[in-house]
C-alpha cells in the first residue's frame, strides 16, 4: 500500500494545480470494483479518490451490494482511484496486475463517467508453525515476510507483512502481493542497564532526560519495563527484556544464557541464506514452518570513545553479517549505554557482526506547554492534543556532531569485554537554495518548508534518526544538514512541492549530485548549491500497439549508462516509469537531462520493474532519447511483450 | 453483583455464638462459621522486629535465603512446566526478581533478605498463577523465609482455554483485521468492570479469531469498530440512488443526501450493547469453536457546536475532545473513539463520522486555564448547536510535610510529585490536571483543575524501598482525600490542601488457626474499617491477604483506627472492595482498633459450627 500511495502522490504533484473557482458543475465518476480473477462485483471495499481533481473530495466510498461506487465533487484535473478490501491486494484503476502500474483519469468540469470499473486481486497468504527445539509451539511470537525487491540493481528485502503465533504455535501472514518472499522470527537481544529503568520507574534524574532516554530507546524498541519482573530479568545490573513468545533465555547450569536466535525459513540463521518463497497472485502458501534451536550465547562489553557527555545513554546495535539485505531491521543484540558510555550485550550467539552506533544530535525538547488534555476514563488517563493549525517549522539542526562507529566483531565462545568503540564525528553538507527562472521566487517562508534529504548511492536505507530530513534551509536559503555516517550519498530535496517549481538538481564542483554521488569522507562539503527551475523538461508520447493507441502500456525511462543504476539511491529521478492513460499517452515530468532508454512494456505479469537482468534485455528493444534542460520531447513507443 | 453463586465463607466469632442464625442469611453456599480469638493471649503492641515479618530490610539485612522450586502443570499429569516466568516479590525487597524455568520445570532465588515472598508464574497460552491461591485473579499465600534458609516449593499452573469463531461483514464476507476479545466482569483499580482476558486477537483474511489463555468462566465476545478510515475520516456508503444519479440524472439534478457509515463494536451473537451479550461459559482448557458473528454498518452523526467565553474572545489555544461515555465505549478500551480538534476563530467546531452513542464533548485551553464539558447522544441524526461555554480554572495550593524520626526528608522537596486524580461514576470522563512538584519550600498549586471529586496523591522520586517514606494524609481542607475523595465545587474557593509523609506506619501481624490448631492457610484475611463511609475503591483501609502456610498474615503500612477483621475462604483480588462484599462479611467481623505506628500482633482462631 505504502508503495501505491507514494506513486499516486508523485503523480499528484506532477500533475497541474487543480482550478480553485467554485465551479457550479462538480464531475461525477461511478463504477464498480470487480474481482479480477472472477469478475464479481465486490461489496463492502473502500474507493478513495486522490488526485488534483478530487482535491476537495474528503469522504471516501463504500462500494454497495453490486459493487458500485460512486464519487462527486470532483473538479478538473487528474484522478486516481483506489480500492481497498480486506481479502485484496490494494488496487488502483487501471492496474494490470496486483500492484501494478495505475492509470490517472482525465476529469472535465461537470463530467460524467460511469465505467470506470476498478479490478481487484485477492491476496496471498503465508501459513505455518513456529516450534521450539523439543517440538512445543512458539506462543505469540512475531513472523515476518521481507518481500524481494530492487533498489540500486541491488536485491534487497522490503516488509511485506507479519503475524503473531496462537496458541498452537501458527500464523498467518495474510494480504502478501504476488512476488518472492522471505520469512524469519526475528529475535533480538535486548539488554538496558537496570539504572536507566530505575530512571523511568523511580522516576530519577529530569523529565527532560528522561525523554531523551525513551527516544533512544524507542530507536530499538526497547520496552520501557521494570527489571526483575515478567518483562525483563535482572542479569548483573542488565535487565534484559523478555519479547513477547515463549522462546525466552534461559540460563543454562554452567553459566551464560541459552538463547533462541532468529531463524528465516527453513533453517537458516541469516537473510542471505534464507530459502525463498515464491507467491502467486491469490496463493495460499502453507507449511511454511521453523524450529527454533536455542544457542549458547555470550556477554560483549565495551565502551564508547566520544567527547565528554556524548557517549552516554547512546543506542548500540549488533548487527549479523549477512543480514544487509533487511538493512538494520533485524538486529541480533541491542542496548544503550549507561552514563559513562559502557555497553553490555547480554544474549549473543556466535557469530560475525558488526557493531553499530549512531549518535544523532539530540534536539533540545520542547517545554511542556500545557497544551495536552489530559482525559481520565475508567481509572485510565490518556493525553491528547489536537494537532496546531498550520505547518511546523522543523527544529534547527543541532551544532553538535552526529557520532558514528561501525566495528566488525567476530563473537566465539568466549566473553568479549573492555570493546573500546571510539565514534567519530560525521561530515555535513551545506549549501544553498536557487531559484532560476523568470516566475517570481517563493517567498522565505515557503524556502523554509524545503526538507533536504541525503540518500545512500547504494539504496540502502539513510540512517536511523535522520531518515530523509537530512537538513532544511532558513529563509535566506541556507542550509546546513546533520553530520552523516561517510559514505557516497545523493543530494536530493523532498517535503512539501512549491507550485510552479521543479527540483533540478544539486550542484558541486561542476556536477549533479542529486544523481551522481557525492563521497563523503571526514570533512565537511561545502557550496551545495540546490537549483530549482520554473522550466521542467517533459517527456511524452504515445503508446502504440500493432499501430494502435495502447491504453494498458507502461513506459520505463531509465539511463543508458548502466554503471549509474547501483548508484542511484533509493529514490533514483531517472528511473521513472509511467502508465498510459486511456488514449496510450504518457508523459515524464521533469525527468534530468540525459540519455535515457525509453520502452513500452505490458504491465500485466508479477516481477520487479528494476531488475538489473530485465532491464538490461529491455534496453535492447528500448529507444534512446536524449533530453536536454527544460526540453518538452515527444517520443511514441511501442509496446513490447514481456521476456 | 457476582457474590452471588461464589462460594464466600464468612467466619465470625460472633456467628458461633449466633449458632441458630436464620437461615435466611446462609443462603446458596455462603456458610457462616465462627472466628475466634484467643482471648488468652492479649493483644500487644509491638516495638521491635517480629521475626517472620521484618519491618525493614534494614542495611544490615542478610542476603542468604534461598527459595527454589518446580512448577507443574495443573492437570492429572502434573507435567514441568518448562520456559515459564517466575516472579519474585516481597515488601522486605526493593523491586522484584524474576527467572525462566529451565527443562524440569525448575527455578532458583538465591540470595534473599528474610521477608514475605510471593511467586508467580505466566506463560504465554497458560494463566498466570500466583503460588498457593485458590484459582486465577486471587491473591498468593506469601512464603515466610528467615535469614539461612532453604525453602523448596511445588507451584501449578494450568492452560488457558481457547475461543474462536468468524466475524463477517454487513455483506456476509470475512471482516478482516478486526480485534475480538473475551470479556468478563472483574475488579479493576477497586471497581467492577468487564475485563478483557486472554490473548485478544486479530481476525485474519478469512475473518477467524482464536483468543487464548482463558481461564474458566463466563464470558461476552466483542469485535471493536475496525479502524478501516483514521478517526473522523467520513465513509460514505454508495446508494442505489446515487449509482442512478450518477447515470442517469441530467445535468443540474442535485444529488441524493450522502450517507455517512461506520462499523459498530459488536458483540457475540451480534448486538451493539455489552449488556445484550450472551454469555459463554467456558471450562477449564476447553477450545470452544463456532464464535461466528457479524459486523453491522451504523448511521454515523455530525456534531457541530460552538465554544465561548463570557471573558470575551476564546483563548487561541483551546482544544475540543470529544470521547465515548457510558456503555459507549469498547470494554477496556475507554479511548478508542477519542477524538480532538480545534475551534475556528469563531469557537465553531464540528465532528463528522460519529458512531451512535452517547459521548462527553471536553473544551480547554492552557492560557488561561478554562474549561467547559457537556454530553451529547449521537444516533444518526445530526447534531447541532452544542454550546460549551468555557470556564475559568480553579486552584489548588497546599504543602508537603515529612513527619518522621526514623528517616530524614529528602534534601530536595522538588523531588515530591503531586498529583490531583478525578474520581468517577463508571463511564464517566473527567480532564485531569496535569501532574506538580513542590518547590524548595515544600509548597505546590494545581491549576486548571475543573470541579469535580477528587483523590489527592504525592509520591517522591527514587526507587520505593523498604522502610522509606510512607504517605500517612492527603487532606484538602479538613477531609483526607486518601479515605473518602473531595467534591471541589464551581464557584467556591478550595480550602488548602496538606501532605504529610511519615516513616512510622501502623501494622497487624498474626496467625489464623483452625479450631485444632493448625494453620488455617486456606483461607483469605479481610481487614476493612468499622466506619462504612470509608469503604471507596481502592481504600488504603481496605486490604485482604492470603495467610503463609503457617498461618501467619501481615497486613503492613496501616493508618490508625477502628478496623473489622474477617476471614473468607475465597474472594477475587480487590473483590473486597466492594461495598456489598465487605457489608456481607460484617456480620462476623472482629473489631480491632488499631492506633497511629501500632505493630499489633492478633493471632486468631476460627471455628465451625
Given at each position: 500500500m505504502?508503495?501505491?500511495?507514494?506513486?499516486?502522490?508523485?503523480?499528484?504533484?506532477?500533475?497541474?494545480?487543480?482550478?480553485?473557482?467554485?465551479?457550479?458543475?462538480?464531475?461525477?465518476?461511478?463504477?464498480?470494483?470487480?474481482?479480477?480473477?472472477?469478475?464479481r462485483?465486490?461489496?463492502?471495499?473502500?474507493?478513495?479518490?486522490?488526485?488534483?481533481?478530487?482535491?476537495?473530495?474528503?469522504?471516501r466510498?463504500?462500494?454497495?451490494?453490486?459493487?458500485?461506487?460512486?464519487?462527486?465533487?470532483?473538479?478538473?484535473?487528474?484522478?486516481?482511484?483506489?480500492?481497498?478490501?480486506?481479502?485484496?491486494?490494494?488496487?488502483?484503476?487501471?492496474?494490470?496486475?496486483?500492484?501494478?502500474?495505475?492509470?490517472?483519469?482525465?476529469?472535465?468540469?461537470?463530467?460524467?463517467?460511469?465505467?470506470?470499473?476498478?479490478?481487484i486481486?485477492?491476496?496471498?497468504?503465508?501459513?505455518?508453525?513456529?516450534?521450539?527445539?523439543?517440538?512445543?509451539?512458539?506462543?505469540?511470537?512475531?513472523?515476518?515476510?521481507?518481500?524481494?525487491?530492487?533498489?540500486?540493481?541491488?536485491?534487497?528485502?522490503?516488509?511485506?507483512?507479519?503475524?503473531?503465533?496462537?496458541?498452537?504455535?501458527?500464523?498467518?501472514?495474510?494480504?502478501?502481493?504476488?512476488?518472492?518472499?522471505?520469512?524469519?522470527?526475528?529475535?533480538?537481544?535486548?539488554?538496558?542497564?537496570?539504572?536507566?529503568?530505575?530512571?523511568?520507574f523511580?522516576?530519577?534524574?529530569?523529565?527532560?532526560?528522561?525523554?531523551?532516554?525513551?527516544?533512544?530507546?524507542?530507536?530499538?524498541?526497547?520496552?520501557?519495563?521494570?527489571?526483575?519482573?515478567?518483562?525483563?530479568?535482572?542479569?548483573?545490573?542488565?535487565?534484559?527484556?523478555?519479547?513477547?513468545?515463549?522462546?525466552?533465555?534461559?540460563?543454562?547450569?554452567?553459566?551464560?544464557?541459552?538463547?533462541?536466535?532468529?531463524?528465516?525459513?527453513?533453517?537458516?540463521?541469516?537473510?542471505?541464506?534464507?530459502?525463498?518463497?515464491s507467491?502467486?497472485?491469490?496463493?495460499?502458501?502453507?507449511?511454511?514452518?521453523m524450529?527454533?534451536?536455542?544457542?549458547?550465547?555470550?556477554?560483549?562489553?565495551?565502551?564508547?570513545?566520544?567527547?565528554?557527555?556524548?557517549?552516554?545513554?547512546?543506542a548500540?546495535?549488533?548487527?549479523?553479517?549477512?543480514?544487509?539485505?533487511?538493512?538494520?531491521?533485524?538486529?541480533?543484540?541491542?542496548?544503550?549505554?549507561?552514563?559513562?558510555?559502557?555497553?553490555?550485550?547480554?544474549?549473543?550467539?556466535?557469530?560475525?557482526y558488526?557493531?553499530?552506533?549512531?549518535?544523532?544530535?539530540?534536539?533540545?525538547?520542547?517545554?511542556?506547554?500545557?497544551?495536552?488534555?489530559?482525559?481520565?476514563?475508567?481509572?485510565?488517563?490518556?493525553?491528547?492534543?489536537?494537532?496546531?493549525?498550520?505547518?511546523?517549522?522543523?527544529?534547527?539542526?543541532?551544532?553538535?556532531?552526529?557520532?558514528?562507529?561501525?566495528?566488525?566483531?567476530t563473537v566465539?565462545?568466549?566473553?568479549?569485554?573492555?570493546?573500546?568503540?571510539?565514534?567519530?564525528?560525521?561530515?555535513?553538507?551545506?549549501?544553498?537554495?536557487?531559484?532560476?527562472?523568470?516566475?517570481?521566487?517563493?517567498?522565505?517562508?515557503?524556502?523554509?518548508?524545503?526538507?533536504?534529504?541525503?540518500?545512500?548511492?547504494?539504496?540502502?536505507?539513510?540512517?536511523?534518526?535522520?531518515?530523509?530530513?537530512?537538513?532544511?534551509?532558513?529563509?535566506?536559503?541556507?542550509?546546513?544538514?546533520?553530520?552523516?555516517?561517510?559514505?557516497?550519498?545523493?543530494?536530493?530535496?523532498?517535503?512539501?512541492?512549491?507550485?510552479?517549481?521543479?527540483?533540478?538538481?544539486?550542484?558541486?564542483?561542476?556536477?549533479?549530485?542529486?544523481?551522481?554521488?557525492?563521497?563523503?569522507?571526514?570533512?565537511?562539503?561545502?557550496?551545495?548549491?540546490?537549483?530549482?527551475?520554473?522550466n521542467?523538461?517533459?517527456?511524452?508520447?504515445?503508446?502504440?500497439?500493432?499501430?494502435?493507441?495502447?491504453?494498458?502500456?507502461?513506459?520505463?525511462?531509465?539511463?543508458?549508462?548502466?554503471?549509474?543504476?547501483?548508484?542511484?539511491?533509493?529514490?533514483?529521478?531517472?528511473?521513472?516509469?509511467?502508465?498510459?492513460?486511456?488514449?496510450?499517452?504518457?508523459?515524464?515530468?521533469?525527468?534530468?537531462?540525459g540519455?535515457?532508454?525509453?520502452?513500452?512494456?505490458?504491465?500485466?505479469?508479477?516481477?520487479?520493474?528494476?531488475?538489473?537482468?530485465?532491464?538490461?534485455?529491455?534496453?535492447?528493444?528500448?529507444?534512446?532519447?536524449?533530453?536536454t534542460?527544460?526540453?518538452?520531447k515527444?517520443?511514441?513507443?511501442?509496446?513490447?511483450?514481456?521476456? | 453483583?457476582?457474590?452471588?453463586?461464589r462460594?464466600?465463607?464468612?467466619?465470625?466469632?460472633?456467628?458461633?455464638?449466633?449458632?441458630?442464625?436464620p437461615?435466611?442469611?446462609?443462603?446458596?453456599?455462603?456458610?457462616?462459621?465462627?472466628?475466634?480469638?484467643?482471648?488468652?493471649?492479649?493483644?500487644?503492641?509491638?516495638?521491635?522486629?517480629?521475626?517472620?515479618?521484618?519491618?525493614?530490610?534494614?542495611?544490615?539485612?542478610?542476603?542468604?535465603?534461598?527459595?527454589?522450586?518446580?512448577?507443574?502443570?495443573?492437570?492429572?499429569?502434573?507435567?514441568?512446566?518448562?520456559?515459564?516466568?517466575?516472579?519474585?516479590?516481597?515488601?522486605e525487597?526493593?523491586?522484584?526478581?524474576?527467572?525462566?524455568?529451565?527443562?524440569?520445570?525448575?527455578?532458583?532465588?538465591?540470595?534473599?533478605?528474610?521477608?514475605?515472598?510471593?511467586?508467580?508464574?505466566?506463560?504465554?497460552?497458560?494463566?498466570?498463577?500466583?503460588?498457593?491461591?485458590?484459582?486465577?485473579?486471587?491473591?498468593?499465600?506469601?512464603?515466610?523465609?528467615?535469614?539461612?534458609?532453604?525453602?523448596?516449593?511445588?507451584?501449578?499452573?494450568a492452560?488457558?482455554?481457547?475461543?474462536?469463531?468468524?466475524?463477517?461483514?454487513?455483506?456476509?464476507?470475512?471482516?478482516?483485521?478486526?480485534?475480538v476479545?473475551?470479556?468478563?466482569?472483574?475488579?479493576?483499580?477497586?471497581?467492577?468492570?468487564?475485563?478483557s482476558?486472554?490473548?485478544?486477537?486479530?481476525?485474519?483474511?478469512?475473518?477467524?479469531?482464536?483468543?487464548?489463555?482463558?481461564?474458566?468462566?463466563?464470558?461476552i465476545?466483542?469485535?471493536?469498530?475496525?479502524?478501516?478510515?483514521?478517526?473522523?475520516a467520513?465513509?460514505?456508503?454508495?446508494?442505489?440512488?446515487?449509482v442512478?444519479?450518477?447515470?442517469?440524472?441530467?445535468?443540474?439534478?442535485?444529488?441524493?443526501?450522502?450517507?455517512?457509515?461506520?462499523?459498530?463494536?459488536?458483540?457475540?451473537p451480534?448486538?451493539?450493547?455489552?449488556a445484550?451479550?450472551?454469555?459463554i461459559t467456558?471450562?477449564?482448557?476447553?477450545?470452544?469453536?463456532?464464535?461466528?458473528?457479524?459486523?453491522?454498518?451504523?448511521?454515523?452523526?455530525?456534531?457541530?457546536?460552538s465554544?465561548?467565553s463570557?471573558?470575551?474572545?476564546?483563548?487561541?489555544n483551546?482544544?475540543?475532545?470529544?470521547?465515548a461515555?457510558?456503555?459507549?465505549?469498547?470494554?477496556?478500551?475507554?479511548?478508542?473513539?477519542?477524538?480532538?480538534?480545534?475551534?475556528?476563530?469563531?469557537?465553531?467546531?464540528?465532528?463528522?463520522?460519529?458512531?451512535?452513542?452517547?459521548?462527553?464533548?471536553?473544551?480547554?485551553?492552557?492560557?488561561?486555564?478554562?474549561?467547559?464539558?457537556?454530553?451529547?447522544?449521537?444516533?444518526?441524526?445530526?447534531?447541532?448547536?452544542?454550546?460549551?461555554?468555557?470556564?475559568?480554572?480553579?486552584?489548588l495550593?497546599g504543602?508537603?510535610?515529612?513527619?518522621?524520626?526514623?528517616?530524614?526528608p529528602?534534601?530536595?522537596?522538588?523531588?515530591?510529585?503531586i498529583?490531583?486524580?478525578?474520581?468517577?461514576a463508571?463511564?464517566?470522563?473527567?480532564?485531569?490536571?496535569?501532574?506538580?512538584?513542590?518547590?524548595?519550600?515544600?509548597?505546590?498549586?494545581?491549576?486548571?483543575?475543573?470541579p469535580?471529586?477528587?483523590?489527592?496523591?504525592?509520591?517522591?522520586?527514587?526507587?520505593?524501598?523498604p522502610?522509606?517514606?510512607?504517605?500517612?494524609a492527603?487532606?484538602?481542607?479538613?477531609?483526607?482525600?486518601?479515605?473518602?475523595?473531595?467534591?471541589?465545587?464551581?464557584?467556591?474557593?478550595?480550602?488548602?490542601?496538606?501532605?504529610?509523609?511519615?516513616?512510622?506506619?501502623?501494622?497487624?501481624?498474626?496467625?489464623?488457626q483452625?479450631?485444632?490448631?493448625?494453620?488455617?492457610?486456606?483461607y483469605?484475611?479481610?481487614?476493612?474499617?468499622?466506619?462504612?463511609?470509608?469503604?471507596?475503591?481502592?481504600?488504603?483501609?481496605?486490604?485482604?491477604?492470603?495467610?503463609?502456610?503457617?498461618?501467619?498474615?501481615?497486613?503492613?503500612?496501616?493508618?490508625?483506627?477502628?478496623?473489622?477483621?474477617?476471614?473468607?475462604?475465597?474472594?477475587?483480588?480487590?473483590?473486597?472492595?466492594?461495598?456489598?462484599?465487605?457489608q456481607?462479611?460484617?456480620?462476623?467481623?472482629?473489631?480491632?482498633?488499631?492506633?497511629?505506628?501500632?505493630?499489633?500482633?492478633?493471632?486468631?482462631?476460627?471455628?465451625?459450627?
Open positions: 505504502l508503495a501505491l500511495l507514494a506513486l499516486v502522490c508523485s503523480l499528484a504533484v506532477a500533475a497541474e494545480t487543480p482550478p480553485q473557482s467554485d465551479a457550479p458543475q462538480s464531475a461525477i465518476v461511478s463504477g464498480r470494483v470487480l474481482d479480477a480473477d472472477t469478475g462485483p465486490i461489496p463492502g471495499a473502500l474507493v478513495t479518490a486522490y488526485g488534483s481533481a478530487a482535491a476537495s473530495v474528503t469522504a466510498i463504500l462500494t454497495n451490494q453490486g459493487g458500485f461506487f460512486v464519487v462527486r465533487g470532483l473538479h478538473r484535473g487528474s484522478l486516481a482511484l483506489t480500492a481497498v478490501k480486506s481479502g485484496f491486494v490494494d488496487a488502483a484503476y487501471g492496474q494490470q496486475r496486483p500492484a501494478g502500474g495505475l492509470q490517472m483519469i482525465a476529469i472535465d468540469e461537470g463530467q460524467r463517467l460511469v465505467d470506470l470499473d476498478i479490478r486481486w485477492k491476496q496471498g497468504a503465508l501459513t505455518g508453525a513456529l516450534l521450539d527445539e523439543t517440538g512445543d509451539p512458539v506462543i505469540g511470537a512475531r513472523v515476518r515476510a521481507f518481500r524481494q525487491i530492487f533498489v540500486a540493481a541491488r536485491r534487497r528485502y522490503t516488509p511485506a507483512g507479519e503475524a503473531i503465533t496462537d496458541d498452537r504455535g501458527v500464523y498467518r501472514i495474510p494480504h502478501l502481493t504476488p512476488g518472492d518472499y522471505i520469512v524469519a522470527a526475528p529475535s533480538t537481544q535486548t539488554s538496558i542497564p537496570a539504572e536507566i529503568m530505575d530512571t523511568f523511580a522516576r530519577t534524574g529530569t523529565d527532560a532526560a528522561r525523554a531523551d532516554l525513551a527516544l533512544e530507546m524507542r530507536s530499538i524498541d526497547a520496552p520501557i519495563v521494570p527489571a526483575g519482573s515478567e518483562y525483563a530479568l535482572a542479569v548483573g545490573g542488565i535487565a534484559m527484556t523478555l519479547p513477547p513468545g515463549t522462546a525466552t533465555p534461559t540460563s543454562r547450569p554452567s553459566g551464560g544464557l541459552l538463547v533462541y536466535p532468529t531463524v528465516f525459513y527453513p533453517a537458516a540463521a541469516v537473510a542471505a541464506q534464507a530459502g525463498v518463497v507467491l502467486r497472485s491469490g496463493e495460499e502458501r502453507g507449511s511454511i514452518d524450529q527454533l534451536q536455542p544457542s549458547r550465547s555470550v556477554t560483549l562489553s565495551g565502551m564508547l570513545g566520544a567527547p565528554a557527555g556524548m557517549a552516554s545513554h547512546v548500540v546495535r549488533l548487527l549479523p553479517v549477512g543480514g544487509e539485505a533487511l538493512g538494520e531491521d533485524v538486529a541480533t543484540a541491542t542496548t544503550i549505554t549507561d552514563s559513562t558510555g559502557t555497553f553490555t550485550f547480554l544474549g549473543v550467539p556466535s557469530g560475525n558488526v557493531l553499530s552506533v549512531l549518535r544523532v544530535p539530540r534536539l533540545q525538547q520542547a517545554p511542556d506547554d500545557g497544551s495536552k488534555i489530559t482525559v481520565q476514563a475508567g481509572g485510565v488517563r490518556v493525553s491528547t492534543a489536537a494537532p496546531p493549525p498550520g505547518p511546523v517549522p522543523p527544529p534547527p539542526i543541532p551544532a553538535d556532531a552526529t557520532l558514528w562507529a561501525l566495528v566488525p566483531v566465539g565462545a568466549e566473553d568479549l569485554t573492555n570493546i573500546v568503540v571510539p565514534l567519530s564525528p560525521g561530515p555535513r553538507m551545506a549549501g544553498h537554495v536557487e531559484f532560476d527562472g523568470a516566475e517570481t521566487p517563493p517567498p522565505p517562508s515557503v524556502v523554509a518548508t524545503l526538507r533536504i534529504s541525503l540518500d545512500p548511492a547504494d539504496g540502502s536505507a539513510p540512517p536511523q534518526g535522520i531518515d530523509y530530513d537530512a537538513g532544511h534551509p532558513d529563509e535566506t536559503g541556507q542550509f546546513t544538514t546533520y553530520g552523516v555516517p561517510p559514505g557516497r550519498y545523493l543530494a536530493n530535496v523532498t517535503g512539501p512541492s512549491i507550485p510552479g517549481w521543479f527540483f533540478k538538481g544539486a550542484r558541486y564542483e561542476g556536477r549533479d549530485i542529486a544523481d551522481t554521488p557525492v563521497e563523503m569522507t571526514k570533512s565537511d562539503i561545502t557550496g551545495v548549491v540546490l537549483t530549482f527551475t520554473d521542467p523538461s517533459r517527456l511524452s508520447g504515445t503508446v502504440r500497439t500493432n499501430g494502435s493507441a495502447d491504453p494498458a502500456g507502461l513506459v520505463m525511462a531509465f539511463p543508458v549508462d548502466e554503471d549509474t543504476w547501483s548508484s542511484s539511491g533509493s529514490r533514483p529521478r531517472r528511473m521513472r516509469v509511467a502508465r498510459a492513460d486511456k488514449n496510450g499517452l504518457y508523459s515524464f515530468a521533469n525527468l534530468p537531462a540519455d535515457y532508454y525509453v520502452v513500452a512494456v505490458r504491465d500485466d505479469t508479477p516481477g520487479d520493474w528494476w531488475d538489473p537482468a530485465r532491464l538490461r534485455s529491455l534496453s535492447r528493444a528500448a529507444r534512446q532519447v536524449h533530453l534542460d527544460g526540453e518538452q515527444r517520443q511514441d513507443v511501442e509496446t513490447e511483450a514481456r521476456r | 453483583m457476582a457474590l452471588a453463586g462460594p464466600n465463607v464468612v467466619h465470625s466469632m460472633k456467628a458461633m455464638l449466633r449458632s441458630a442464625l437461615r435466611a442469611q446462609t443462603r446458596q453456599s455462603i456458610t457462616l462459621l465462627a472466628l475466634l480469638t484467643l482471648l488468652t493471649l492479649p493483644t500487644r503492641a509491638v516495638a521491635g522486629q517480629n521475626p517472620t515479618a521484618p519491618r525493614d530490610a534494614a542495611p544490615t539485612a542478610q542476603h542468604t535465603a534461598t527459595l527454589s522450586g518446580v512448577l507443574l502443570s495443573d492437570d492429572e499429569e502434573a507435567r514441568p512446566v518448562r520456559h515459564a516466568r517466575v516472579t519474585c516479590t516481597a515488601p525487597l526493593t523491586g522484584g526478581l524474576s527467572t525462566i524455568t529451565d527443562e524440569r520445570g525448575h527455578f532458583t532465588f538465591a540470595g534473599l533478605p528474610a521477608g514475605r515472598y510471593t511467586i508467580r508464574a505466566t506463560r504465554a497460552g497458560w494463566i498466570t498463577m500466583a503460588y498457593g491461591a485458590r484459582g486465577p485473579m486471587r491473591p498468593g499465600t506469601a512464603i515466610p523465609l528467615a535469614d539461612g534458609q532453604t525453602l523448596s516449593i511445588v507451584a501449578r499452573m492452560r488457558g482455554a481457547v475461543m474462536t469463531g468468524t466475524v463477517l461483514d454487513e455483506n456476509g464476507q470475512p471482516a478482516v483485521n478486526t480485534g476479545a473475551a470479556f468478563k466482569p472483574s475488579i479493576q483499580n477497586g471497581e467492577r468492570r468487564l475485563l482476558f486472554g490473548v485478544p486477537s486479530t481476525t485474519d483474511d478469512r475473518g477467524i479469531f482464536r483468543i487464548y489463555g482463558l481461564p474458566a468462566g463466563d464470558y465476545v466483542g469485535a471493536a469498530a475496525p479502524s478501516t478510515a483514521p478517526p473522523g467520513d465513509i460514505r456508503l454508495t446508494t442505489d440512488l446515487d442512478h444519479h450518477a447515470r442517469t440524472a441530467g445535468a443540474g439534478v442535485p444529488p441524493p443526501p450522502d450517507r455517512g457509515v461506520a462499523f459498530a463494536s459488536t458483540y457475540f451480534g448486538t451493539p450493547l455489552a445484550q451479550a450472551a454469555r467456558l471450562r477449564a482448557g476447553e477450545e470452544r469453536s463456532g464464535i461466528d458473528f457479524a459486523l453491522q454498518l451504523v448511521p454515523t452523526t455530525q456534531v457541530d457546536g465554544v465561548f463570557a471573558e470575551g474572545p476564546i483563548p487561541p483551546t482544544q475540543i475532545v470529544l470521547l461515555s457510558g456503555d459507549t465505549a469498547f470494554p477496556d478500551s475507554p479511548f478508542d473513539r477519542l477524538r480532538t480538534t480545534r475551534p475556528s476563530a469563531d469557537g465553531t467546531f464540528s465532528f463528522s463520522n460519529v458512531s451512535p452513542g452517547q459521548y462527553t464533548i471536553l473544551a480547554r485551553s492552557s492560557s488561561p486555564i478554562t474549561w467547559a464539558s457537556t454530553q451529547i447522544v449521537a444516533d444518526g441524526d445530526r447534531v447541532s448547536g452544542v454550546s460549551l461555554s468555557l470556564q475559568p480554572g480553579l486552584v495550593s504543602s508537603v510535610r515529612f513527619d518522621g524520626d526514623r528517616l530524614k529528602p534534601a530536595d522537596m522538588k523531588s515530591v510529585r498529583a490531583l486524580r478525578p474520581v468517577q463508571q463511564g464517566m470522563v473527567a480532564i485531569a490536571p496535569p501532574e506538580v512538584t513542590a518547590d524548595a519550600n515544600g509548597r505546590f498549586t494545581v491549576t486548571g483543575v475543573t469535580g471529586l477528587y483523590r489527592l496523591s504525592a509520591s517522591i522520586a527514587g526507587p520505593a524501598g522502610g522509606g517514606w510512607l504517605l500517612r492527603a487532606t484538602i481542607g479538613r477531609q483526607d482525600t486518601l479515605d473518602v475523595p473531595y467534591a471541589i465545587q464551581p464557584g467556591q474557593l478550595t480550602p488548602e490542601a496538606a501532605i504529610v509523609f511519615t516513616d512510622r506506619a501502623a501494622s497487624l501481624t498474626g496467625t489464623l483452625n479450631l485444632a490448631g493448625g494453620a488455617a492457610a486456606e483469605t484475611v479481610i481487614l476493612f474499617p468499622a466506619d462504612q463511609t470509608l469503604w471507596t475503591p481502592q481504600s488504603r483501609r481496605v486490604q485482604g491477604v492470603r495467610p503463609s502456610a503457617d498461618g501467619t498474615f501481615a497486613f503492613l503500612n496501616l493508618v490508625g483506627g477502628e478496623y473489622l477483621l474477617a476471614a473468607v475462604d475465597d474472594a477475587e483480588s480487590g473483590e473486597w472492595f466492594d461495598p456489598a462484599f465487605l456481607r462479611i460484617t456480620p462476623g467481623a472482629l473489631r480491632i482498633a488499631i492506633a497511629d505506628t501500632e505493630q499489633k500482633v492478633q493471632p486468631i482462631r476460627l471455628a465451625r459450627d
